[in-house]
């Protein structure tokens, strides 16, 4: 398997434009996660999915994020309207089960200006 | 979901053992605790999960006592290529992985 593969690896875009973020998990395995990193917060969980369902979006920060996951092998994470304080890392992960070995994408480096 | 503290930064030189101790004084029965390291550009590695006394595999030690309050990731002989942030997670089984800052270990020669 190829990993966890994220696109674009990096975005730059005017604020209030629409944003999307994508992210094939490892197949076959059940959560996928989205964080984003930031100098001053670290690496946030901003939600999480099992077997396609959203199960913990309680870290998403405002309305304008939204993310969804229409099949086992795909998932996207949309900003609308962004704001340069959106700038980040974006990371998905997956993994088999809970509390099991997590495997994070490479990344998209969002920058909104 | 049990907190975790670990500090901010470490300066290591090549060839010498690491010892990275990470707090966590409300882990509950059901958490494990499991360590991550990340270098730059790149999403987090997963190095060793344990739920008590020693875990070892060819990577890393992890050291937890009998208490759980603490455990310890022990990093034998790091190189130039150590250099990452290391992440100390306490994972409960109803919630997924928070990471937070880290401890940014730099390796000199």
């Known amino acids: 398997d190829a990993g966890v593969i994220q696109s674009p690896r990096h975005e730059v875009t005017e604020m209030g434009q629409e944003v999307t973020l994508r992210c094939k998990p490892i197949?076959?395995?059940?959560?996928l996660f989205w964080y984003r990193q930031t100098m001053m917060r670290g690496l946030e969980l901003l939600i999480y999915?099992?077997?396609?369902?959203?199960?913990?979006d309680s870290g998403m920060p405002e309305d304008r994020f939204s993310a969804k996951m229409p099949n086992a092998s795909f998932s996207t994470l949309k900003i609308q309207p962004s704001e340069p304080r959106d700038s980040a890392v974006y990371f998905c992960a997956s993994s088999p089960f809970m509390n099991t070995e997590a495997f994070f994408g490479q990344g998209t480096r969002l920058t909104v200006v | 979901l049990a907190k975790t503290t670990q500090p901010i930064s470490m300066d290591s030189y090549e060839g010498q053992e690491v010892n990275i101790t990470c707090s966590h004084n409300n882990i509950a029965t059901n958490d494990y605790i499991t360590w991550y390291q990340q270098f730059p550009s790149q999403g987090p590695r997963f190095i060793i999960q344990g739920y008590k006394t020693k875990v070892t595999n060819e990577v890393a030690s992890l050291f937890i006592p009998a208490d759980r309050k603490s455990s310890t990731l022990s990093l034998p002989r790091v190189s130039l290529s150590d250099t990452a942030v290391y992440y100390c997670?306490?994972?409960?089984?109803?919630?997924?992985?928070?990471f937070g800052k880290g401890t940014s270990l730099l390796v000199t020669p």
């Open positions: 999915f099992n077997n396609n369902v959203p199960i913990d």
């Open positions: 197949s076959g395995h059940d959560y």
């Open positions: 997670l306490v994972t409960d089984s109803g919630y997924a992985l928070n």
